[in-house]
């Protein structure tokens, strides 16, 4: 069934980024507005993010770490109509099977409230004891994969673990402007952000997420229809020829990677400028959650629109008109 294939996608915690991903969710679903990340060895030896969300009471610490025991659902309504990023209550469990884990966490002003669990892989004996943390939450994994060699041996380079990573805390950043990031890696600060609540803010946390030379050229749009918006940045061709990968697209806050999409996006700079060229973008896409069903596959990005020949129109037409606008005579070869 389809409930049982979003649970058992659930359990695949694959690498680093995986878990980073995991954490990040369930610190916004917690309403967070703060969060730092702090990982060692590409996150292979540490993981440790900490925020500022509503905590988790003392009762229910164990029962985070335990399997299926998720507080955002209830029933199979309630996942047809889910909102928040995490439903399969299973991800703290299987980052717990396979690392050493440790919740430290609190629900009260009071910091001296605070309470902590730990758990080292499979066999856990989840002691709860006291431990100061001031309102929010803080979980540590280490030592990746301990207890099973056989993921162990799947792991990359240091440094390619972590580009995972950082893509996963990058997708997040871009897709929360309200909330304050900060990433460090080997003790190093690899990104700090603060919140981005005007359009000045937010170009500034794509430039440093995305590089400022794509920020220089780039073109800001922003259109809107009663039924859908769409906002944020496009690359001209002149940039875009050396950037393949700068492509991002959310739909209603979450990124996703569609072939209507895509092929929308391809479409308009085609027409309007010439062949063979990757387009840059970081654009962001709203419209009436009951018109696309995100939960096709939880952990691939994939969307399914009700009018996707609407939504490709409008992509495509948007685009369009805001490269036509700007062509300039030099940007033609
Ligand atoms: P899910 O997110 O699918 O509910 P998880 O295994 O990711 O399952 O988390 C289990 C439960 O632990 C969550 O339902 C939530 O109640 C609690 N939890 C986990 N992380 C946090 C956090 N950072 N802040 C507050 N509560 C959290
Ligand atoms: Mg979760």
Same mark, same amino acid.
């Given at each position: 069934?389809?409930?049982?294939?979003?649970?058992?996608?659930?359990?695949?915690?694959?690498?680093?980024?995986?878990?980073?991903?995991?954490?990040?969710?369930?610190?916004?679903?917690?309403?967070?507005?703060?969060?730092?990340?702090?990982?060692?060895?590409?996150?292979?030896?540490?993981?440790?993010?900490?925020?500022?969300?509503?905590?988790?009471?003392?009762?229910?610490?164990?029962?985070?770490?335990?399997?299926?025991?998720?507080?955002?659902?209830?029933?199979?309504?309630?996942?047809?109509?889910? !909102?928040? %990023?995490?439903?399969?209550?299973?991800? /703290? @469990?299987?980052?717990?099977?396979?690392?050493?884990? $440790? =919740?430290?966490? *609190?629900?009260?002003?009071?910091?001296?409230?605070?309470?902590?669990?730990?758990?080292?892989?499979?066999?856990?004996?989840?002691?709860?004891?006291?431990?100061?943390?001031?309102?929010?939450?803080?979980?540590?994994?280490?030592?990746?994969?301990?207890?099973?060699?056989?993921?162990?041996?799947?792991?990359?380079?240091?440094?390619?673990?972590? !580009?995972? %990573?950082?893509?996963?805390?990058?997708? /997040? @950043?871009?897709?929360?402007?309200?909330?304050?990031? $900060? =990433?460090?890696? *080997?003790?190093?600060?690899?990104?700090?952000?603060?919140?981005?609540?005007?359009?000045?803010?937010?170009?500034?946390?794509?430039?440093?997420?995305?590089?400022?030379?794509?920020?220089?050229?780039?073109?800001?749009?922003?259109?809107?229809?009663?039924?859908?918006?769409?906002?944020?940045?496009?690359?001209?061709?002149?940039?875009?020829?050396?950037?393949?990968?700068?492509?991002?697209?959310?739909?209603?806050?979450?990124?996703?990677?569609?072939k209507l999409i895509a092929h929308?996006?391809?479409?308009?700079?085609?027409?309007?400028?010439?062949?063979?060229?990757?387009?840059?973008?970081?654009?962001?896409?709203?419209?009436?959650?009951?018109?696309?069903?995100?939960?096709?596959?939880?952990?691939?990005?994939?969307?399914?629109?009700?009018?996707?020949?609407?939504?490709?129109?409008?992509?495509?037409?948007?685009?369009?008109?805001?490269l036509a606008d700007v062509r300039p005579a030099d940007q033609?070869?």
């Amino acid at each position: 069934t389809r409930l049982a294939n979003q649970i058992a996608a659930g359990e695949v915690v694959e690498r680093p980024a995986s878990v980073v991903k995991e954490l990040l969710e369930n610190c916004l679903d917690a309403g967070s507005t703060r969060i730092d990340i702090d990982v060692e060895s590409g996150g292979t030896k540490l993981i440790r993010i900490r925020d500022n969300g509503q905590g988790i009471a003392a009762e229910d610490l164990p029962l985070a770490l335990a399997r299926h025991a998720t507080s955002k659902i209830t029933s199979l309504e309630d996942l047809e109509a889910v !909102s928040s %990023l995490g439903f399969r209550g299973e991800a /703290l @469990a299987s980052i717990g099977s396979v690392s050493r884990l $440790s =919740l430290i966490s *609190n629900t009260a002003d009071d910091s001296s409230e605070g309470q902590q669990a730990e758990s080292e892989g499979r066999d856990m004996e989840v002691q709860v004891r006291p431990a100061a943390h001031p309102r929010g939450t803080t979980v540590e994994v280490r030592d990746l994969f301990f207890n099973t060699p056989a993921r162990r041996k799947f792991l990359r380079t240091e440094k390619t673990e972590f !580009s995972h %990573l950082e893509e996963v805390v990058k997708r /997040l @950043a871009l897709a929360r402007f309200d909330v304050a990031f $900060s =990433l460090r890696h *080997n003790g190093r600060v690899i990104h700090q952000l603060r919140p981005a609540l005007d359009e000045p803010e937010q170009k500034r946390r794509v430039a440093s997420l995305c590089g400022p030379a794509f920020m220089e050229q780039a073109i800001y749009i922003e259109r809107e229809l009663p039924e859908f918006k769409l906002q944020g940045w496009v690359g001209l061709p002149t940039f875009s020829r050396s950037q393949a990968d700068l492509q991002y697209f959310f739909v209603n806050g979450r990124v996703i990677r569609d072939k209507l999409i895509a092929h929308a996006v391809k479409q308009a700079y085609r027409d309007v400028l010439y062949h063979g060229r990757h387009p840059a973008f970081v654009l962001y896409l709203s419209l009436d959650p009951a018109k696309v069903d995100v939960n096709v596959h939880p952990t691939k990005h994939e969307v399914r629109f009700r009018d996707g020949r609407d939504v490709h129109n409008f992509i495509f037409s948007s685009l369009h008109r805001a490269l036509a606008d700007v062509r300039p005579a030099d940007q033609v070869e």
